[in-house]
């Protein structure tokens, strides 16, 4: 920090809010600390009284904040991920579209280690919207040198990418609702019309819903020919827990399932299944999901929209965080069941 003329000023960062008063009428900020002097402001400045400035001068090997956010928002920004403009130093990254959210999250970890530089995203691997704020950076102080951007720039790069958003694929899918009660009409199933709304938010196309009996060659065979129709993916409603007569585990296995797990160490959602028959996934979605806000499906099924993989050790993993008590009694800041995001 110096002090200059402010005839000298041009190009150079104000180290303190300028206040200007108009006595009855303004009082409030003119100039704010970190404004970059411009020539068209010394008029301004001089009839505010200031015949001299304490500034940061860039041209020794510093960058202003709003420069330096800039730089590390460009960075970071992968494919479905635009960047605002800076704000008192700050740089929004925005998605471009509805998709999942991936986050490298070993590299944002090197990022925040180093000094003076901060960032900070959403929970990856969760639905964001159009629109939605995704990632925050910034440096803390006014000015930062120009090696400590290069070196979070050569960062960012590293990674492949950073940020993304990734669009969902328009899949065709198939529901398959099992249990007699239903099939034989002796209850209503509400579990079709939350599916039609969850995976059309997802951008899919739902095809009519199937109703079979507890019968595995029934259920079989209904599978099979959703297959046969189309479905791109199969998703399984009732029979999911370990009563004797909840088959749908079983019949997934006998229509040529590869099971990846049955169970996931989730609360609401533990009743989970997830299969592949070829390549088409299939899960089956315990009853929590038909009225949970967000449940096992929020986790797993926007993952396969996107075109992603899902193993076993992921789900394992789950159970750090996986967790709900619900929205009334649940004390955390950011919800580990991605709740409004």
Known sequence: MRVIPVEQAVDTVLCHDITRIVPGEFKGRAFRRGHVIRSEDIPALRKLGKDHLYVWDLQDGLVHEDEAALRIARAAAGSGVSISQPSEGRVNLIAEHDGLLKIDTSVLHKINSVDQVVMATAHGNHRVLKGQPVAGTRVIPLVIAEST??????????????????????????????????????????????????????????????FVPDDVDMTVRAIRGLIREGAEMLAVTGGMSVDPDDLTPTSIQAAGGRVVTYGAPTFPGAMFLLAFIDEVPVVGLPGCVMYARSSIFDLVVPRLVAGENVTKAEI?????????????????????????A
């Open 316 to 340: 394992v993993a789950m159970g750090h965080g996986g967790l709900c008590a619900g929205c009334a009694e649940c004390r955390y800041p950011i919800c580990p069941f991605g709740k409004g």
């Open 149 to 210: 951007v290069a070196q979070v720039e050569l960062t960012c790069r590293l990674a492949a990418p950073l940020i993304q958003v990734k669009p969902f694929r328009p899949l065709r899918v198939g529901v398959l609702t099992t249990g007699s009660e239903v099939y034989h009409g002796r209850i209503q199933d509400k579990f079709g019309p939350v599916l039609r709304r969850k995976f059309d938010e997802l951008g899919c196309v739902t095809m009519p819903q199937v």
